[in-house]
């Protein structure tokens, strides 16, 4: 009988990241998993892990099996990290989505993943629902910034036991799309494997324990928030101080009740540019992170000065999860984001300055439904063809020195040109555009357009106003230029070197 008991209701000992994670969240059971900046929300990590076991069964009498994809894009809530344990632990694959993208976006990433089930804020509902029937998606549900919504109501109503769904290394957790210049974003398959070894790894390396507080104020629908922020948390058993999103006074009010910090370089400049911002403020931190894009040498040892504290910077992506850190003994370099992982190979192609491959158990599996593409993006021995520049010097330290690709990173956020331009070029009159990033002082970089014309165009801002009903805020370009002509080499590819330098200056703080 007992032993009945045991079998149904324990979790099954695999490799399912949340089994990992589970055996944790039981030894921490009444230590505070996650508490609001404001002071509102606490959840223990007791709580945490019912909470993931009633959604999990919420999934399931919604349909879900172990396999099937759930979209979610919902606001930043404790609710949503619940969900995001109970996806895996249902042993299906989280697909998170970015809360600003618009419903025509949405469409895109459904109608590629094929979820089963659809997680969306309620304003968003009838939109999705429309969506979901188109795609044959089972069911729309939601949860709103508070976590509430019919998910939480439905979640509220079940059992707190659930049987974790078995997962082999290699099956799916996540399915976080991204995207190159050839404009058709693309899903990463990223597996229980990938995420259990690189938080294992990171934990060690930033010698991450249950004694830190992480304040946490990044969005949880890409890698940096969701996968190295929670995943290492949950493992060292910290504590988790919540802001939804990042707000320079809310932080410096929760800075001296935190050990650690991962960031954005915007978050480091636009702390900086707050006069209230001391050492004081920082005296109980012990670590800062940043990463997702350059952060500047001068950001580095203004921070350092201001501070006392040398950010670590880190290098990583959605494909691969983290790739490079500085050494948490040793100098943490300006410029440099780093060391290979232990565990991970890192190697520039045909040495000197090159193009960035990588190997290890925190390579994604290949990308959803393209194997071309994703043998393309493979060298015949296993290594992952980045698509950034970067060099390796003597004592195995990496810069990166550009992106093959041309993204471009505004607000911590990627912006695909393509994309873009194909809306831009989708209004009257425009003939073809090319958009660049230019060094921008709030956003690291902003994004400029240049467009020719075959007639009269309607005034920039009310082009602007036109594509912001297609694509998300970040996304938008700052500035429109009309031009005669793109600049174009003699292949024909337009010169996005030249656009930069042109429009350089842009955003220059005028003298
Ligand atoms: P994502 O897949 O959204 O995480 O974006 C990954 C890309 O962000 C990488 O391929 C790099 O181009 C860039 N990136 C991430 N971390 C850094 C860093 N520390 N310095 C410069 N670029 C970075």
């Known amino acids: 009988m007992t032993d009945r008991r045991n079998r149904k209701f324990s979790t099954v000992s695999d490799e399912n990241l949340f089994c990992l994670l589970d055996r944790r969240f039981a030894a921490n059971h009444g230590r505070i998993a996650i508490r609001s900046a404001a002071g509102d929300v606490t959840l223990a990590y007791g709580e945490l892990q019912s909470a993931a076991a009633r959604y999990a069964n919420a999934l399931t009498i919604l349909g879900v099996e172990p396999g099937d994809r759930v979209t979610v894009q919902v606001e930043k809530s404790s609710a949503n990290v619940a969900l995001y344990l109970a996806v895996m632990k249902a042993g299906a694959v989280y697909q998170p ?92 398959m990223i597996t229980h494997g990938n995420l259990a070894s690189n938080a294992a790894t990171l934990v060690d390396l930033w010698r991450i324990t249950g004694r830190d507080v992480l304040l946490h104020a990044l969005p949880i629908f890409h890698v940096h928030g969701l996968y190295v922020a929670l995943n290492t948390a949950f493992l060292a058993g910290a504590e988790i101080i919540w802001c939804d999103r990042f707000d320079a006074a809310r932080l410096i009010a929760a800075l001296p009740q935190s050990t650690l910090m991962m960031g954005v370089p915007i978050f480091y400049t636009r702390l900086l540019t707050a006069p209230e911002f001391t050492r004081d403020t920082c005296r109980n931190m012990r670590l800062f992170i940043s990463g997702s894009a350059p952060l500047l040498a001068d950001t580095h040892r203004d921070f350092e000065a201001r501070t006392g504290h040398a950010i670590i910077e880190r290098y990583g992506m959605t494909e691969t999860g983290m790739i490079a850190s500085n050494p948490y003994d040793g100098a943490r370099v300006p410029g440099s984001v780093g060391m290979a992982l232990p565990g991970v190979s890192v190697r520039i192609a045909g040495g000197g300055s090159g193009t960035i491959e990588v190997k290890g158990p925190n390579v994604f599996k290949g990308y959803w439904r393209m194997p071309e593409k994703t043998l393309q993006d493979f060298t015949a021995d296993g290594y992952f063809i980045t698509g950034d520049l970067g060099t390796i010097d003597t004592h195995g330290r990496i810069r990166i020195v550009g992106r093959a690709k041309d993204l471009i990173i505004s607000g911590g956020f990627n912006v695909y040109p393509k994309e873009v331009e194909e809306a831009i070029d989708a209004l009257p009159n425009v003939v073809e555009s090319a958009i660049v990033g230019v060094p921008h002082p709030d956003f690291g970089e902003g994004v400029v357009a240049a467009v020719t014309a075959k007639g009269p165009l309607p005034s920039e801002a009310e082009m602007i106003a036109e594509l912001s009903r297609k694509l998300a805020r970040f996304k938008l370009p700052k500035r429109i230029h009309v031009v005669d002509e793109l600049p174009r080499n003699a292949m024909g590819k337009v010169q996005k070197a030249e656009l930069r330098r042109r429009y350089a200056d842009t955003f220059a703080p005028k003298p």
């Open 97 to 188: 989505l970015n809360p600003a993208y618009t419903d025509a976006e949405v469409d895109y990433f459904v109608a590629d993943a094929a979820p089963r089930v659809i997680v969306c804020d309620p304003a968003r509902q009838p939109a999705m629902r429309g969506l979901a029937d188109r795609h044959g998606v089972t069911a729309v549900v939601n949860l709103d910034g508070c976590g509430e919504g019919s998910l939480a109501t439905l979640a509220a109503r079940m059992d707190e036991r659930h049987e974790t769904v078995a997962r082999a290394v290699d099956d799916l957790a996540g399915l976080l799309y991204t995207s190159g210049t050839t404009g058709r974003s693309k899903g990463a």
